[in-house]
Structure formats: structure tokens, C-alpha cells
């Protein structure tokens, strides 16, 4: 039976491109088969921040950060929760790439001509103790560029090799199976959809033209997760969670369906943790959208007041940017999928960023003089800007009551009073005449603070929320917005997949998301945000390395 090629990778996202140009650095022959067209290449990640989880890099240490694998480690593995037998690989996983992060990570990335903003940003930042989750210090490093910055020098490399005929791509190619030929897994199989130059993220035909097969010695599956699919979301949810949300906005495109999983399962790979996920909840719908029911997250800083359907804040310490799903468990116990951000221009202006590199043209377009605007700007930034003018999940009003007869008519009930609303915001406010306080959430701004970066371009000066000097007000309602499966194929560190009978499937890789980003997940229960890239790169490298050296 002759051989198409050395290695198969399916999917042409950031964890298949990294495989695939490793296997062509080998001096193997590589196909990379997508469903998409070539405009999509890179995948999800294309349409990220770019932000990257990083230890004790030079970024850090100019800023007087200190940081060590030992304190990081520590991070991970309170965020993490490890709990069930199945995290045997995702812990070593955890383990290797946290030192990866710590060691060569940067180094091999800058060699190909990455580089970093540099200042670091904190996101998840806890607030329980020591040994919990969040990241004890700032570790998120943005990609100058952002997606497509982290992107860029794969797709180069993958070019070239292309071009040098070590690397095919086979795009509107979808695989509806997996090969065996006596216990080792060597092809796949499917269909050739028509083609379709749609705009990159928008959905494309699945008119059927033709079939194919292909035929190597391995084949990694590196399709990504299930965020564009809310029913498969919906099946998976955690009754940790508390019931699953009704309406739910999409981080990712359609095409991000987890089609390939259930193909991949059904051929024998065992499939673990895949109740672990990560959704965001502070999405707004977009106004221009992409994609279906297509969402964008806030980053915020620290100084939003939080409330949820019924007008009550987030308990401590379910603050902006502190524990992603303690807020999503809290929201979805109050019996509603939705809550509110209530703030000033002021905080708007320095606090507010929206995820996603077609939201942040100075950082994506790597200009610095438009970098530069966002501290000296009398606005927001103009992407933040249009979404206060255009998004309807935005309110602007010059008094609370106004604000609150608004938030009441959008969500369609009158369960916000203004009466309790003026109570809590006047209780917070009577907080900031001193630099300290008993209100969590003002000692945590003024930690924030403390630390230069936030202090520059992420933290506003405490003020009073209803202080007319620092309006007008502004409300945002914030959707449960789909993104990340934690959850995966369970793989050793060579990226091998482990079969339902507990052995390695030979022939059989996984990487990125369809991997949990590592050993089936090495996430575990919680992320601490930049590591959804680096998953990709680790895993992608780990797979092509071992799979091209495996190769004859």
C-alpha cells in the first residue's frame, strides 16, 4: 500500500501548523488536511489577544516582577484541582509545560521572530489563598501582533516547507474517518467540499464534490473543541456549574463543532475530562458580527462594579479578572444567564479591552503610536468606543435611575431596583476617600495599583462610581460566551493517544484542544489564561517531533 505521505496532521489550526512544521523540519513528508479553506488557516488562534503564559521572562523581571517555576507550579496546580485517577498525564503534562514555559518557550519563539509587548498583563488573579487559584503575579505576555503575530512564523514555516514539497496542504478536506490496518492507525478518510472563498471565520459551503483517502504512517488529530456548538456544550455541562445556560454566545465559528472528537472516539481513543471546560462571562454580543451568534470578551481591569440579574454584587472575590468560573458557578446559581457590569467613562477609558485581534488593530497592526493613544486618548479605545455607540448590550445613561429603567427594559424584567442599586454603589464609593478599606474589591484595586503595569494602562485612579466629574454612567450586559474544552484525548508526553482499553493506539497523535491541550487535559478544572496558545504550541511540537521520529 503505497503512502501519501509520512504523517497526516488534521486540522490546520496553531497545534497543526506547529506539528506539521516540525515533522517538515525532520525532513518528512507532511499533509495537513483542513474543511476549511486556505483564508483560515491558523485556526482559532488567528483571532486571539496572542497572549502567552510565561515564567520569570525578562518582561517580568524589568517591571519587578518576581517569579520562579516553583511559585508558578504552585499557581497551576491550585488552579488546576487535579482529583480524578485519569489526571495521571494531565498532571505530568502540567508539570512539563509549566518548565517550558519557565525555559525554552521564549527563547525558540523569539528565534522565529516573535516578539512581546512589553507590558505584562495579571488576568486571573484569585483571591483565595496561597495554595488556590490565580496567578500570584503577572504572567500574560501579549503577542506583538496579537493571533496573527503568534501565528505568523508557523504559517511561514509551514510555506516554505510547502514550497520545498515536504508539507501539502489539502484543504476543503473533511475527514468522516480514521484508517486501521492491523491495529495502526494510517489514514483518513472523507470528503472534498466545494470550494468557497468566504471572508476567514464567516461559515462556508458543505457542498460535497468528491471523496478521498490518505494513507501514512501516523496521523494527529489536531481539529480543536466544541465551542461553536451550544448543543454539544450543552450535553457536556457540568452539574458543578449549576444548569446550563439557555442562550450563550459563541467565541469561536460555527465550523468549531467537535466533529472530529466524536469521529476520533468512535475509532477507539479514549476521551477524558470532557466535563471540564471554559467559558467566559463577560461577553457582549458583537455588533459586526462574523460568524453565528458571534460574541466578544471584555478584559477588565479591576473597578467595574458587578451585579448580578437580581441587582446584587458578586460576592468576594468574584471580581473583574479574578476567577473565571467561580463567577460562571455563582451566575448560573442565581437562576439567570446574564449579569451586569455598572461603571464610569472614566473606568471605561483605561479599563476596558475586548479579546480578539480584529478588536485591537494598534496591537494586532503593531503600531506604536496607536499603542501609545490608549493612555493619552480623552476615550476608550475606538473599538471599545463603537461598542458603546453600536452594541446593544451597552447602556449609557447621566443618572442611575435612568440606567436602571434602561438595564430593566433590556433584559425584558424589572428585577433591578434603584433603590438597592444606589444603596451598594453609595456603601463602595464611601470606601475610596482612604488607601485602604474593608471592601475586597477596593483593596484589590489598590494592589493593582501597587504593580506598574496595571497602574499605567489597566487601572484607573479610585474615584466614585457616582461622582458626575467621572460620567456619564454606563451599564453592560454580559453573556455566557463559549470558548475553550478543557478536556481531550488522553495522550502520554510524546502526544500518543491512549485507546478505551487503556493502550497507546499506534499510529495515533492528538495536540491542541482536541488533546485538552495536553495529556487530555492539563488545564484541569481551571486555566490561568495564556495557556490556550502555548497548550497549542507544546502539544503541536511534542506531537510532530515524536510522530516524525517514529516515522521509517
Known amino acids: 500500500m503505497a503512502e501519501d505521505a509520512d504523517v497526516i496532521v488534521v486540522g490546520g489550526g496553531l497545534a497543526g501548523l506547529v506539528a506539521a512544521t516540525e515533522i ?57 484541582g487535579f482529583d480524578r485517577d485519569e489526571d495521571l498525564w494531565p498532571r505530568r503534562w502540567a508539570e512539563a509545560y509549566v518548565a517550558f514555559a519557565a ?44 493571533g496573527p503575530g503568534i501565528v505568523e512564523p508557523f504559517e511561514r514555516r509551514a510555506r516554505e516547507a510547502r514550497s520545498n514539497g515536504r508539507l501539502t496542504f489539502k484543504f476543503r478536506h473533511r475527514v468522516d474517518a480514521l484508517l486501521t490496518t492491523n491495529g495502526t492507525v494510517d489514514g483518513v478518510s472523507g470528503v472534498i467540499l466545494e470550494p468557497d472563498n468566504v471572508e476567514r471565520g464567516k461559515s462556508s459551503s458543505r457542498k460535497i464534490t468528491g471523496e478521498f483517502t490518505l494513507r501514512a504512517q501516523a496521523v494527529i488529530v489536531a481539529s480543536g473543541g466544541i465551542g461553536g456548538n451550544h448543543d454539544l456544550v450543552r450535553q457536556n455541562w457540568p452539574s458543578r456549574l449549576g444548569t446550563a445556560p439557555e442562550n450563550m454566545i459563541s467565541g469561536v465559528p460555527e465550523h468549531v463543532d467537535g466533529r ?62 479574578s476567577d473565571t468560573l467561580g463567577q460562571l458557578q455563582y451566575i448560573m446559581s442565581t437562576g439567570h444567564d446574564y449579569s451586569w457590569f455598572v461603571l464610569t467613562q472614566s473606568i471605561i477609558k483605561k479599563e476596558f479591552a475586548l479579546s480578539g485581534s480584529e478588536q485591537n488593530p494598534d496591537l494586532t497592526g ?71 478599606a474593608k471592601d475586597t474589591q477596593v483593596l484589590n484595586i489598590h494592589n493593582a495599583r501597587r504593580y506598574i503595569g496595571d497602574r499605567l494602562i489597566r487601572t484607573v485612579r479610585p474615584h466614585r462610581i457616582l461622582d458626575p466629574a467621572h460620567g456619564p454612567l454606563i451599564a453592560v450586559k454580559l453573556n455566557i460566551l463559549t470558548r475553550k474544552t478543557l478536556g481531550g484525548f488522553e495522550t502520554d508526553l510524546n502526544s500518543r493517544v491512549f485507546g478505551q482499553d487503556g493502550k497507546i493506539m499506534p499510529g495515533l497523535y492528538a495536540a491542541g484542544e482536541a488533546a485538552g491541550f495536553g495529556g487530555g487535559g492539563m488545564h484541569g478544572y481551571r486555566s490561568l489564561e495564556g495557556t490556550f496558545l502555548g497548550g497549542c504550541l507544546f502539544s503541536g511540537r511534542n506531537a510532530g517531533r515524536a510522530a516524525a521520529k517514529a516515522a521509517s
Open 260 to 321: 472530529m472528537i466524536g469521529i476520533t472516539e468512535a475509532a477507539g481513543a479514549r476521551l477524558i475530562n470532557r466535563d471540564r471546560m471554559w467559558h467566559y462571562v463577560e461577553g457582549i454580543r458583537n455588533w459586526s458580527p462574523i460568524w453565528p451568534h458571534h460574541g466578544i470578551r471584555i478584559l477588565p481591569g479591576p473597578s467595574s462594579l458587578w451585579f448580578d440579574a437580581a441587582g446584587r454584587r458578586l460576592p468576594s472575590p468574584l471580581f473583574p479578572g
Open 366 to 436: 503593531k503600531s506604536w503610536l496607536m499603542t501609545a493613544r490608549r493612555a493619552t486618548n480623552k476615550g476608550a479605545p475606538a473599538p471599545v468606543e463603537a461598542f458603546k455607540t453600536h452594541g446593544v448590550d451597552f447602556i449609557v445613561r447621566d443618572n442611575l435611575a435612568d440606567l436602571a429603567k434602561a438595564m430593566n427594559a433590556l433584559a425584558g424584567n424589572d428585577l433591578l431596583k434603584t433603590e438597592d442599586l444606589k444603596a451598594q454603589i453609595e456603601a463602595r464609593d464611601r470606601e475610596i476617600a482612604n488607601p485602604y
Open 103 to 146: 525555559g525554552e518557550k521564549r527563547g525558540w519563539l523569539r528565534a522565529m521572530g516573535h516578539r512581546i509587548f512589553p507590558v505584562v498583563g495579571w488576568a486571573e488573579r484569585g483571591g483565595y489563598d496561597a495554595m488556590s487559584h490565580g496567578n500570584s503575579v503577572p504572567r500574560f505576555h501579549v503577542t506583538w501582533g496579537t
Open 24 to 80: 517538515a523540519d525532520a525532513g518528512k513528508r507532511v499533509i495537513v488536511v483542513d474543511q476549511e479553506g486556505e483564508q483560515s488557516l491558523g485556526g482559532q488562534a488567528f483571532w486571539s489577544f496572542g497572549g502567552l503564559f510565561l515564567v520569570d521572562s525578562p518582561e517580568q523581571r524589568r517591571l519587578g516582577i518576581k517569579d520562579s517555576y516553583d511559585l508558578a507550579l504552585q499557581d497551576w496546580i491550585g488552579s488546576a
